[in-house]
């Protein structure tokens, strides 16, 4: 007599869900006591050197609308253009900015917004020198693995015409899905997940 196998039935797949921001952003999500404030939430204190700078924009998915459950990371270098790391081996980076943030988007628009200074020039691989950006980190419902991408400096229009990885962008006009809109302290950073205007993402 053969018998019935009982064939379990494919887990279907899952994206980031809820669990993102409960575990990264606890107090955002009405769950006090695990940390003081959320990690990220702070760059900048009253001693940090450089210029003052709010980054705010949305993340947009194919059909125009922003996503209001999506969760942001940026790196930086600081106003002298080292990086807040163990693996900085040019100098000593300002011990009083943290280098990176954390911050969801906001239930109510989708809006991120993040305080923190104007990164200075660093070095490409090659010894070329980079124009001022911030590296960006998204997760969000539909994305089975975070997306980086890069903001750069409308108002750095000569370091961004030298920078390298600009320069490998083949369809030059998608680079300017990497330039903010706006000007100093105030810019704008909105990143499309598809479509026309579809933000150019690094494989890193």
């Known amino acids: ?19 993102v921001h409960i575990g990264l952003t606890p107090n ?16 900048i204190n009253d001693k940090t050197r450089g210029q ?5 924009g949305r993340v947009i998915d194919g059909a125009g609308m922003a ?3 999506a969760l942001i990371e940026i790196w930086q270098a600081d106003s002298g253009g080292l990086y807040n790391s163990p693996a900085e081996m040019r100098g000593t980076a ?5 280098g990176w943030g954390r911050c969801p988007t906001s239930a109510e628009d989708g809006v991120f917004t993040f305080e923190t200074i104007k990164p200075d020039r660093v ?31 409308p108002d750095e229009t000569v370091a961004n ?10 369809h030059r006009h998608r680079a300017e899905t990497l330039v903010a809109a706006g000007a100093a302290p105030s810019y704008t950073f ?8 579809e933000t150019v993402f690094l494989d890193i």
């Open 67 to 69: 996503l209001k459950d």
């Open 94 to 98: 300002d011990p009083n900015f943290a």
């Open 123 to 153: 070095p490409f691989k090659d010894g070329r020198l980079m124009a001022p950006h911030i590296t960006f980190w998204i997760v969000a419902r539909g994305i089975n693995i975070g997306l980086h991408t890069r903001m750069y400096f």
């Open 1 to 19: 007599m053969v018998q019935d196998l009982g064939y379990l039935k494919e887990t279907a797949s899952q994206t980031a869900g809820p669990y």
């Open 28 to 43: 955002f999500c009405g769950i006090p006591g695990v940390y003081k404030s959320d990690l990220g939430t702070s760059m």
């Open 161 to 170: 015409a030298e920078d390298p990885l600009l320069a490998r962008i083949e």
């Open 190 to 197: 909105d990143i499309h997940l598809q479509g026309e205007k």
């Open 52 to 56: 003052r700078i709010t980054v705010r």
